[in-house]
């Protein structure tokens, strides 16, 4: 596709309940990011992937996060027992080879909001 | 621990008129410097790329700089239009290892007005 695309692009759900988050990267991008902003905050770094495997997770806030991109292009992020704290705008970003150099391109995020 | 502060939190400008955002880092060990623009209810853009070795990059009427050692960096706009009204974040590239991760300034709301 022309950019990476995110479903769902809203998201409510209720105290407890399980989510699933669905990311699209640009074709060919080896790299993918995951990210969520809270509202006045600036993005917050989650989880990296090169390929298939998780290169980074040290920003899964806690074991209810889990995130798998199982054939190296689309990634799914799961969040169990959902809390209302996790409700923030989940960002996605991918980039060709996962360098220093490269610019990260971002998908227009799923807002996830937990009643 | 590094930390991104951008000033200032929100500016609001005639139309036309030239400006500057300020982004400051603490740790000057970075390998890259981003700067993005980002929509109400939209993603992120990505404007301009230094590369820790670069000063300065320049596309249309954005200029952004580096200067490492002062852990500075500014975006300049030029001839602004009501366009380019949105939030313009800060994001830094960390040097070590297999780390990927950027870290964000809170981000600087513009105004431009008609």
Known sequence: GAGVSQTPSNKVTEKGKYVELRCDPISGHTALYWYRQSLGQGPEFLIYFQGTGAADDSGLPNDRFFAVRPEGSVSTLKIQRTERGDSAVYLCASSLHGTYQETQYFGPGTRLLVL | ?114
């Open chain 2, 1 to 114: 621990k590094q930390e991104v502060t951008q000033i200032p939190a929100a500016l609001s400008v005639p139309e036309g008129e030239n400006l500057v955002l300020n982004c400051s880092f603490t740790d000057s060990a970075i390998y890259n410097l981003q700067w993005f623009r980002q929509d109400p209810g939209k993603g992120l853009t990505s404007l301009l790329l230094i590369q820790s070795s670069q000063r300065e990059q320049t596309s249309g009427r954005l200029n952004a700089s580096l200067d490492k050692s002062s852990g500075r960096s500014t975006l300049y706009i030029a001839a602004s239009q009501p366009g380019d009204s949105a939030t313009y974040l800060c994001a830094v590239g960390p040097n070590a290892g297999n780390n990927r991760k950027l870290i964000w300034g809170l981000g600087t709301s513009l105004a431009v007005n008609p």
